[in-house]
C-alpha cells in the first residue's frame, strides 16, 4: 500500500504544492498549516468544506498525537502526558507551570538508543524516530489540552534528537513559523547526550537553540561507566564539539549533571568538573546540577538535596556557574520514560 503524505510534517510552501497537486488552490495550504497550530484534525478544519476536508482524510495523514492519559502533581504545576501515536506507539511530554511561564518538555524518539544506565527511556531500547509532525504534534496536544501556550520548549524527553537530527532540525523550523506555533528559538532547549558530529552540525544550521550537554561525569573513566556514548566521544571531543557550538552561535552551552550517590557527586567531583569546565570551554557555561531520579533496576540512588546543594556551592564557589533543578512532579512519575515504561508492564490504567 502506497504511504500517505504527512501533512504536518509539511512546510507552508510543501503544504501550498500539496494543495495544488490534489487540485486545490494554493492559499488552502496555508489554513492547513494554521490549523495543525491549533491541535486539529482534518475533520475539525471547518473553514474547509465537507469535500475537502473528507478528500484530506481519505488521501493524506495526520499524525497529530492523541492524549492517552494525563497525571496531574498535586500542586498543580506539572502535567504529564502520556500520547498515543498513529501506529500504537506511546511517548511522553511533561507540562510545568513556572513564575515565568509555561514550558514543556517533548519526546523526539520512540525509545532511545543511547544506553545510558540511570535513565527509564533506554531500558526497552529505541523502537523508531519521531517524525516532524509527531514532536510538532506533542507541542499542539498539550498547548490544546491545558489551553496554555508553550513559552518554553525543552527537547529533554524520551530519545535523543541529534540521533534523530533531519527530523528534530525541520521540527524545529516548524515550531519558528510565525503562522503557525510560533515559538522563538531562544526559547527552545536541545538536550544530547553527546553526538559530538550532531552538534557540529547543529552549531552551522543558523537555528539560535540552547545547546544542553549530558555530562554526568568530569572524566572519561566515570562517563564510560554510565553512559555508553563515552566510549565513542572523549570528553575532549565534546568539549571542542561544545566549543565550536558557542563560537558558532554565541549562545552559552548548559550542561545537565546527574548526581548519583557514590558515583559522581563528591568534592573532588566538583573540583575536577570545575576544572575541566575552565579548562576546556574557557567561556561562560551553566551546569544545571539533577538529583537522580530512582529507577527501578539500575541499583543507583540519587543524592540528597542537601547534597546537591553542597555540590553547587562548591562549584559556584570555584567559578563555576551552577544550579540545583528543582524538582517537579515527582509524584506524577514525571521523569521522562517512567510513565511509557509503567504502560508496557501493565501498570497504567488508560
Not at 131 to 158: F, H, N
Amino acid at each position: 500500500m502506497e504511504k500517505k503524505p504527512d501533512l504536518l510534517s509539511m512546510t507552508k510552501d510543501e503544504l501550498r504544492e500539496y494543495a495544488v497537486s490534489i487540485g486545490e488552490a494554493p492559499y488552502r495550504g496555508d489554513q492547513i498549516f494554521s490549523f495543525f497550530a491549533k491541535g486539529a484534525r482534518f475533520r475539525e478544519m471547518t473553514t474547509l468544506s465537507k469535500a475537502l476536508r473528507e478528500k484530506l482524510e481519505s488521501l493524506a495523514e495526520c499524525r497529530m498525537p492523541s492524549v492517552v492519559t494525563k497525571r496531574r502533581s498535586k500542586d498543580g504545576t506539572t502535567v504529564k502526558y502520556l500520547l498515543s501515536l498513529i501506529d500504537g506507539e506511546c511517548v511522553e511530554a511533561v507540562l510545568m507551570r513556572h513564575d515565568y511561564g509555561t514550558s514543556l518538555c517533548i519526546s523526539s524518539q520512540v525509545g532511545c538508543l543511547m544506553g545510558c544506565k540511570f535513565c527509564a527511556s533506554t531500558i526497552a531500547g529505541k523502537v523508531r524516530d519521531l517524525l516532524p509532525s509527531e514532536m510538532l504534534g506533542q507541542v499542539a496536544a498539550a498547548s490544546r489540552d491545558s489551553g496554555e501556550r508553550v513559552d518554553k520548549l525543552v527537547m529533554m524527553g524520551i530519545g535523543e534528537p541529534l540521533d534523530n537530527y533531519d527530523n528534530t532540525v525541520k521540527f524545529l523550523r516548524l515550531l519558528n513559523d510565525s503562522e503557525g506555533i510560533g515559538l522563538g528559538l531562544r526559547n527552545v532547549s536541545l538536550s544530547t547526550c553527546g553526538i559530538v558530529p550532531g552538534i557540529r552540525r547543529l552549531a552551522d544550521e543558523g537555528l539560535p537553540v540552547t545547546l544542553s550537554v549530558s555530562l554526568h561525569a568530569y572524566c572519561d573513566e566515570t562517563r564510560r561507566a554510565i553512559m555508553p556514548i563515552a566510549k565513542k566521544y572523549t570528553l575532549d571531543e565534546l568539549l571542542a564539539a561544545c566549543r565550536y557550538y558557542f563560537d558558532r552561535t554565541g549562545r552559552r552551552v548548559s550542561f545537565e549533571y546527574t548526581l548519583i550517590s557514590g558515583k559522581n557527586d563528591s568534592p573532588e567531583d566538583a573540583k575536577g568538573l570545575s576544572a575541566l569546565l575552565r579548562e576546556k570551554m574557557g567561556v561562560p557555561s551553566h551546569v544545571n546540577l539533577i538529583p537522580l531520579n530512582r529507577v527501578d533496576g539500575t541499583g543507583m540512588e540519587p543524592t540528597g538535596r542537601e547534597g546537591a546543594e553542597r555540590f553547587a556551592a562548591l562549584l559556584n564557589s570555584l567559578g563555576q556557574n551552577a544550579t540545583v533543578r528543582k524538582s517537579m512532579g515527582a509524584d506524577i512519575d514525571a521523569a521522562c520514560g517512567q510513565l511509557r515504561r509503567s504502560l508496557q508492564n501493565g501498570k497504567t490504567e488508560v
